[in-house]
């Protein structure tokens, strides 16, 4: 559990409420993009930052968005600063860290999690905190989420250590962006050739990961060498730290866990 020790502050979150207009986004009219469905009264956007807002250790939000609804945000949302976003997801990460200090741990938070809570962010912050990684990629245990929204859809990854899906938070230093952004630009690049894609990961890796015997451990230690920095994986005990809006079925499910929370 987060103690509220204010001298471990991650100081900054940058909520990326970017991208194209998707299948979720077209169920309503005028919106850019998923991050500004509205679910129940309020965009996911706005549900997003009052998560954050209702942490002790988030002491700035940085959003960047489309320029269209910089206004909006303006008007709606406790916010610091807006940014307007780029093309790709790398270029909005991008504009959303510039002029950070590079050595201090910015929280990432996607844009589109109706749930998200006070105390959730300030667990996951804890524990990046202790960690203390480059690069820290939150994710939930399978069991976790099961006991809480068995509901709610997920792609799992089975490895030794459990069955886990991605979440909506994870933590950088600033310094650790251009790296990454090449790694992206790798993975993109050879994602559809199996063997490219292997000859990057790693054979070894691929191997114990489709037989179930990959551990977090190493899967942290081959994304740090393949980086060239330090990599950690964040395990949350919050399940709304999963919880996301990726499907147009997902919109309904969100609707009922904000009536219910």
């Known amino acids: 559990m987060a103690t509220g020790d204010t001298t471990m502050n991650v100081r900054t979150a940058v909520v990326l409420a970017g991208g194209p207009q998707d299948e979720v986004a077209k169920l309503q009219a005028g919106v850019p993009n998923k991050a500004f ?3 129940a009264g309020k965009t996911l956007v706005e549900r997003t930052i009052e998560g954050l807002r ?3 250790t988030v002491d700035r939000v ?3 968005a489309p320029l269209s609804m910089h206004e909006f945000l303006r008007k709606n949302v406790a916010v610091d600063e807006i940014r307007t976003d ?3 997801i790398r270029e909005s990460l991008r504009n959303g860290l510039a002029g950070l200090p590079p050595d201090d741990l910015v929280l990432i938070a996607a844009s589109d999690m109706p749930i998200l809570t006070g105390a959730a962010v300030d667990d996951f912050v804890e524990r990046a905190q202790r960690a203390d990684p480059d690069v820290g990629y939150g994710c939930l245990e399978k069991s976790v989420h099961l006991v809480r929204f068995p509901d709610v859809p997920h792609t799992w ?3 030794r250590d459990g069955t886990f899906c991605g979440g909506g938070l994870f933590v950088i230093k600033p310094r650790a962006l251009p790296a990454l952004e ?3 630009e790798q993975l993109g690049a050879v994602r559809k050739n199996p063997l490219r894609l292997a000859s990057l990961l790693g ?3 691929l191997v114990r990961f489709a037989l179930r015997r990959l551990t977090i451990a190493q899967a942290e230690a081959r994304a740090s060498q393949i980086l060239g920095h330090s990599v950690r994986a ?7 730290t999963a919880v996301n809006v990726d499907r147009i079925t997902d919109v309904a499910l969100a609707e009922r866990l904000v009536q219910n929370v």
């Open 62 to 64: 940085i959003v960047v």
């Open 234 to 240: 964040i395990v949350s005990p919050y399940a709304q």
């Open 157 to 159: 990854a089975p490895l």
């Open 86 to 88: 780029g093309v790709k």
């Open 182 to 184: 090449h790694v992206i």
């Open 37 to 39: 469905l509205t679910i």
């Open 54 to 56: 209702a942490s002790h």
């Open 203 to 205: 054979w070894k890796t």
